[in-house]
C-alpha cells in the first residue's frame, strides 16, 4: 500500500506563507502524477495543482503565480509552497499520487 503523511498545515494570516510536504512511501508507479486538492468549507473539492513528468506543472487560476509545487523524487517527498495567501485559500489540503491520496491538513487563513 501507499502511505502519504502530510504536514506543514496551519493557522496563518492574510499575506503570510506556508509550505505544505508530503512523504510517499510504499509500492506506487514512479511517473505518476502528484499533486494537491483542497476542499474550502461548504464548497467541492477543487484542484490547485499538479506535477508530472519530471517539471510539467498545472496551477488552478486562482493560486497561479502565489503556490510553487515541486518535488524531490529521491526523498519522495510532493511539496507545496503558498505565499501571499488569502482567507479563500482555506481548506483542508490533499496531496495525492496517481489514485492515492493522504489524510489532509487544515490551511486556515486569517483576514
Known amino acids: 500500500q501507499v502511505q502519504l503523511v502530510e504536514s506543514g498545515g496551519g493557522l496563518v494570516q492574510a499575506g503570510g506563507s506556508l509550505r505544505l510536504s508530503c512523504v510517499v512511501s510504499?509500492?506506487?508507479?514512479?511517473?505518476?502524477?502528484m499533486g494537491w486538492y483542497r476542499r474550502p468549507p461548504g464548497k467541492q473539492r477543487e484542484l490547485v495543482a499538479r506535477?508530472?513528468?519530471?517539471?510539467?506543472?498545472e496551477y488552478a487560476d486562482s493560486v497561479k503565480g502565489r503556490f510553487t509545487i515541486s518535488r524531490d523524487n529521491a526523498k519522495n517527498t510532493l511539496y507545496l509552497q503558498m505565499n501571499s495567501l488569502k482567507p479563500e485559500d482555506t481548506a483542508v489540503y490533499y496531496c495525492?499520487?496517481?489514485?492515492?491520496w493522504g489524510q489532509g491538513t487544515q490551511v486556515t487563513v486569517s483576514s
Open positions: 495525492y499520487v496517481g489514485s492515492d
Open positions: 506535477i508530472w513528468r519530471w517539471s510539467n506543472t
Open positions: 510504499g509500492t506506487f508507479v514512479s511517473i505518476s502524477t
